[in-house]
């Protein structure tokens, strides 16, 4: 599986978030993470959102398959509220 991604968005996302496509969405995956379907429609393309971690901050990685790619769309670090309930939630498991 490889990670595949816009270099526009990877650009953006880099200057602004200081989050790296190409880089950091790998080390998500291997990290604890659950994955649940958008439910936003309209984009022509099943997309998935990744909750994980990127070096002990909770993230969000929302990107669809292409082929046997993860082809990433946005990267961003969770909100306070959303980081907690995260770390919640893999206390449980």
Known sequence: MAI???PTKR???LR??????????AKVFAS??????SDQAGH???RQ???GFLNGRAVMTVWTARGEDRHVISMRY????EAKRLRERFKQT
């Open 16 to 25: 602004e978030r200081g989050i790296d496509f190409a880089t950091d969405a």
């Open 44 to 46: 022509g393309e099943l």
């Open 78 to 81: 969770c909100h306070a509220g």
């Open 4 to 6: 595949t991604f816009d």
């Open 11 to 13: 650009d953006i996302t």
């Open 49 to 51: 959102i990744t909750a």
């Open 32 to 37: 604890d993470w659950a994955t649940f379907d």
